[in-house]
């Protein structure tokens, strides 16, 4: 059996059992960014249920132009429903042992790229160090005018040995514009 053939059978034992209907907006008010690795899913890894939160992965789990872009239409889609709340907290996941920190040595390019910077830049953007990564991360959405100054930020690191997630920063308001 081919792994798609089992993901339907999967779904259509899913489909079958009894669920309530969601509403549109997650139920936590929350969104997530955290990385593609399939061992950091924050369904299992942070007891998430379905319709409590929305999510974006990426490589890295890291604050990227086109995160940002994500970022920028969800806070559109979530505006067109009257009953929306007024702010969501955002989640920074990261991990350890993340595939885009072996990138460093041979693919400076790549994460150039990747992270909208010059080669040279690269090494700050901390892609082989989670912890430093999410403090890069709060500050790119700290310095950036078009995030809310009022949101609510927290990173965490999860540890892919231990399966257990830390607050490593977090920031609420997201910065003072006093």
Do not use: W
Not at 55 to 76: E, S
Request: charged share 25%; proline share 7%; glycine share 6%.
């Amino acid at each position: 059996m081919s792994a798609a053939d089992e993901l339907l059978t999967r779904n259509e034992r899913f489909a079958e059992a009894d669920h309530e209907e969601l509403g549109f907006l997650p139920t936590l008010s929350t969104l997530i960014l955290t990385c593609a690795d399939h061992r950091v899913d924050p369904a299992h890894t942070l007891g998430l249920e379905l319709g409590e939160a929305v999510m974006i992965r990426n490589g890295g789990g890291r604050v990227t132009p086109a995160a940002i872009q994500n970022m920028a239409m969800l806070a559109a889609v979530r505006h067109t429903d009257p009953n929306a709340p007024e702010q969501f907290e955002l989640i920074l996941m990261q991990h350890t042992d993340c595939g885009v920190g072996r990138l460093m040595a041979d693919h400076t390019d790549a994460l150039a790229a990747y992270f909208g910077v010059a080669p040279e830049e690269v090494p700050a953007q901390s892609p082989d160090d989670p912890y430093r990564g999410i403090r890069v991360d709060m500050e790119k959405l700290a310095s950036n005018p078009l995030i809310p100054a009022s949101l609510s930020v927290s990173g965490f690191v999860y540890d892919v040995k231990t399966g257990r997630a830390e607050l490593v920063e977090r920031r609420a308001p997201l910065r003072d514009d006093a």
